[in-house]
């Protein structure tokens, strides 16, 4: 089968990215206003993009009428945030912060979550989260719709600052099972860490032994 995205809508272009691209990570970010109200919602669509410096990036689609979401608008006003891993513990709590609450409400007080102040940024972090990394705003990009109707906003921000829950931590690594991290995959489902596997990569040598055997 063979889907043409241009002569689709975007809601059936979003159903056949959602279910083919995953596990996706969630990245559960928390922003503050001018005003000093924090905001904290939930977003999938977010990946590492570099690593000297650490730097995530976190794209926030527009609102149906064009306008920036809370979280890319908070970011844009402090040029800070923290993105915090989504886990078993407290996904449902962050599921709760995906609710549309108006802009004057705080999610986290809103839900139940604790905030704790951050160390390097002034947005706050959320105690129940066992991975927080500070960020500071770095770039963003405006992508899809029109240039005067953009459908989205890439965020990207530089990690100032990890905070991993001291079990997880070991010489450098994480250790995934203690952290069991939650992804989100098609439609209203989750997906937790199942089997694993690991592989070597064979080097250019190995590879070509490999070939003749």
Not at 170 to 199: C, Q, W
Request: hydrophobic share 35%; aromatic share 6%; net charge neutral.
């Amino acid at each position: 089968m063979q889907i043409d995205p241009k002569k689709q809508m975007k809601k059936e272009n979003y159903k056949l990215l959602i279910g083919s691209v995953l596990p996706r990570p969630i990245a559960f970010v928390s922003s503050m206003n001018e005003q000093g109200t924090v905001n904290a919602a939930p977003f999938s669509f977010y990946n590492v993009v570099s690593v000297d410096p650490p730097m995530l990036s976190v794209t926030v689609n527009r609102k149906p009428d064009g306008t920036r979401k809370d979280t890319a608008r908070n970011i844009l006003e402090t040029k800070e945030f923290v993105v915090h891993v989504v886990d078993t513990d407290n996904v449902e709590k962050v599921n709760q912060c995906a609710t549309d609450f108006p802009a004057e409400i705080s999610e986290p007080e809103a839900v139940g979550l604790d905030l704790v102040p951050s160390q390097k940024i002034s947005v706050p972090r959320i105690a129940q989260s066992k991975i927080q990394m500070e960020c500071r705003f770095h770039t963003v990009l405006s992508v899809g719709g029109t240039e005067e109707k953009p459908n989205a906003d890439l965020m990207i921000g530089e990690v100032v600052l990890f905070h991993i829950q001291d079990d997880l931590y070991e010489k450098g690594r994480i250790h995934t099972d203690k952290l069991n991290p939650v992804g989100r995959l098609a439609g209203l489902a989750y997906g937790k860490v199942g089997e694993t596997f690991s592989m070597s990569r064979p080097s250019y040598e190995e590879w070509k032994q490999q070939r003749k055997s």
